[in-house]
């Protein structure tokens, strides 16, 4: 979705062929998805996220990408302690101008959706088919700025995932990645460790 909009009111972040944009804000766009502009309220029928107050539009989902989700989501739901919260593809507001939907995010329980703010967040899981690359690299560096302790990439075709720890304002200073036969813990709900063989997930390659 590209909307090239400029108002002497309006600021503007500057894109990549050098036209200038309309700087969306987060209110603004929660306003505009309340009245149905997106496809309703959950924006169902156009995924996005909000980039420096660009819409910058999400990749399709395909089959991998929502096996191994929905894979990982039964297991982990089951588990989940008491003293964790967590949702599938809910909003991370960080700012005025900023969200990101992950596919998995767990934070401290007795903090509302409304008021979750990243310093609550406890893992973050983005399960990835074509944006392996983004997720691994931009997306990373984001969270790591937000202070996300724990963010895991899990590729979701061949099954390998790479875990980001100790954040930094330049990125993560620890980067692993883990075969899908491998014990992967979450560094704050110990009760969530899981290897992805054992949920039946197996390499496409």
Known sequence: MNLHLRTPECPTTQAAEG??????TL????????????????????RFELVGGEIVPMSPKGSWHENVKRALSRHW??????????????????????FREPDLLFWHAGVTVAD??????????EVSDS???????????????????????????????????????TGYAQVTDHAHTERMTPLHITALAVVLADLGLLPSD
């Open 77 to 98: 739901f089951k588990a989940l302690p008491p003293e964790v919260e967590a949702l599938t593809e809910t909003t991370l507001r960080s700012g005025p101008h900023d």
């Open 27 to 46: 209110a603004e766009i929660e306003a505009l998805a309340e009245q149905g502009v997106f496809g309703g309220v959950d924006r169902e029928r156009e």
């Open 19 to 24: 036209l200038p944009r309309r700087k969306w």
């Open 131 to 169: 944006s392996l690359s983004y997720d691994r690299d931009r997306k990373a560096d984001y969270y790591a700025s937000l202070g996300i302790p724990d963010y895991w990439v899990v590729d979701a075709r061949r099954l390998v995932t790479r875990i980001h720890r100790q954040p930094q304002e």
């Open 116 to 125: 979750l703010k990243p310093a609550h967040v406890l893992l973050i899981v």
